[in-house]
């Protein structure tokens, strides 16, 4: 069975500061994608990131950044600088061959 | 890109009635479709995974009778909630990939169903 936890719920942090939100998974599959996915209070989910389990490089695409470690089943997100606009809730997702399964989701929040 | 277009976005109906939701992938071909549902401040639960012109395949605890999933073309799926309860109302989301599970997702932008 496929499992995503996202053990925050909710993070709230002034504007500039990084934040890191945390995502673990489970999986029997060799062969595997992940995912993370922001969604904004009008409820469309926008996609961030795809990583397939070969891929082990960290990624850096402005101030967002993902670190997949296979050896802890880990893949996180930092928000480096946030902003005000990041505020929204942020899902991590794991695919199999079958089906995408979400995490809870870490409901962020950037404070001006 | 890839887009998928999801109508209505919101929908507000009477308990007892039947509603249907509409998916469509506007310039790709979807193979398979994925139905999920949202609560307020919950994560996306997924309810049934399709295949054109195959049966749907329903996640546990889902009721196949209650949500009708039909995926008649490569291009067009719908959810039809039938006989809706205030219970039913919440966020539906649908998602739509091209070929094999190495593709990635492309989701609709949801339709918010209240039922009163």
């Known amino acids: 069975a496929q499992k995503v936890t996202q053990a925050q719920t909710e993070i709230s942090v002034v504007e500039k500061e990084d934040v890191t939100l945390d995502c673990v998974y489970e999986?029997?599959?060799?062969?595997?994608?992940l995912f993370w996915y922001k969604q904004p209070p009008s409820g469309e989910l926008v996609f961030l990131i795809r990583?397939?389990?070969?891929?082990?490089q960290n990624e850096i695409s402005g101030r967002y950044s993902w670190n997949f470690q296979k050896s802890t089943s880990s893949f996180n997100f930092t928000i480096t600088a946030s902003q005000v606009v990041d505020s929204a809730v942020y899902f991590c997702?794991?695919?199999?061959?079958?089906?995408?399964?979400f995490g809870q989701g870490t409901r962020l929040t950037i404070n001006p | 890109g890839a887009v998928v277009s999801q109508h209505p976005s919101w929908v507000i109906c009477k308990s007892g009635t039947s509603v249907k939701i509409e998916c469509r992938s506007l310039?790709?071909?979807?193979?398979?479709m994925f139905w999920y549902r949202q609560f307020p401040k919950q994560s996306l639960m997924l309810m049934a995974t399709?295949?054109?012109?195959?049966?749907?395949?329903?996640e546990q605890g889902v009721e196949k009778d209650k949500f009708l999933i039909n995926h008649a073309s490569l291009t067009l799926s719908t959810l039809t909630v039938t006989s809706a309860h205030p219970e039913d109302s919440s966020f539906y989301i649908c998602?739509?990939?091209?070929?094999?599970?190495?593709?990635?997702?492309?989701f609709g932008s949801g339709t918010r169903l209240t039922v009163v």
């Open positions: 998602s739509a990939r091209e070929g094999g599970w190495s593709y990635g997702y492309t």
């Open positions: 999986t029997r599959d060799t062969t595997y994608y």
């Open positions: 990583r397939n389990s070969f891929d082990e």
């Open positions: 997702a794991l695919s199999g061959a079958q089906k995408l399964v």
């Open positions: 310039d790709f071909q979807a193979t398979t």
């Open positions: 399709s295949n054109e012109g195959s049966k749907a395949t329903y």
